[in-house]
């Protein structure tokens, strides 16, 4: 396996089991894969597979029963300071406005942002002039960039994002996805994306792991050759994308 690099991620061998005795769950069999540094990879499979599960492995919140873990360099076996999650529902708090929900977790954890840091987070996020608006006065996409922001705002090298658009309308869904790809390209973070959405993972992604049914297994590593900036219209027009689109489904079993 390739070195991964200072933030990059390295998975070796890793299995997780569910519960004991006639009620045990095998989740995760015999992983292996790595992750460079800066790389955007976007995980996929099967409901069911384990997907969520391995995206927590990643950030330390469950444990693991066999096989190694490293992020960014350190080895996991608890929540990671180098690491930022986002989940799939936003989890804003609804008495608190966006810059006091942006800066939360800093909060907690006994420190806080300056106002120029709090000010460029806002503009990367395109929320500028909503600093004081509450949850409910947000649609969800913006909900959505807000919780993207409290990852963020905390500078982390890695960033964990476990099917975060899922909900949101197609038109929504492309626009943020932009977004995404915008932040990533400016802050150079190495992204791993849980998606369900296979055209979703081809333009968004470097690479694409494919996981089979539970218990899951890397069947497949794809890489998506690609050029970025990647815009929807034009990267779907390249015959490629369409290409990607049908080897992925066929991993997955989709005809």
């Known amino acids: 396996m390739a070195a991964a690099g200072r933030n990059g991620i390295e998975l070796a061998g ?5 519960g004991q005795g006639e009620s045990e769950v095998t989740a995760l069999s015999d992983v292996s894969f790595s992750i460079r540094d800066s790389e955007f990879v976007s995980v996929i499979g099967p409901s069911g597979c384990g997907k ?6 990643l950030a330390g919140l469950i444990p693991y029963e066999r096989g190694s873990v490293q992020v960014a360099g350190e080895p ?5 300071d180098p690491v930022g999650v986002v989940f799939q529902t936003s989890n804003l708090l609804p008495w608190l406005n966006v810059e006091e929900n942006l800066t939360l977790a800093l909060r907690v954890n006994g420190s806080d942002a300056s106002a120029e840091q709090r000010a460029a987070m806002l503009g990367t996020l395109g929320l500028t ?7 409910h006065e947000l649609s969800g996409g913006m909900r959505h960039r807000v919780a993207i922001g409290q990852a963020l705002i905390r500078d982390p090298a ?6 975060p658009f899922g909900a949101l309308d197609a038109l929504t869904r492309d626009h943020l996805n932009m977004e995404l790809l915008r932040i990533w390209q400016a802050r150079k973070k190495t992204v791993v994306l849980i998606t369900h959405s296979i055209s979703e993972a081809v333009l968004l992604s470097d690479r694409v792991l494919v996981l089979s049914e539970r218990p899951g297994r890397l069947i497949e590593d794809v890489s998506i050759d690609l050029p970025r900036p990647r815009d929807p219209s034009d990267t779907r027009e390249d015959p490629r994308f369409g290409d990607y ?4 489904s066929e991993l997955m079993g989709v005809r």
């Open 158 to 163: 890695v960033l964990l994002m476990d099917e």
């Open 52 to 57: 969520s599960t391995l995206l927590r492995i």
């Open 76 to 80: 996991v076996h608890g929540a990671l």
């Open 245 to 248: 689109i049908v080897q992925l």
């Open 129 to 135: 002039g909503f600093e004081k608006r509450y949850p």
């Open 14 to 18: 890793v299995s997780k089991i569910f």
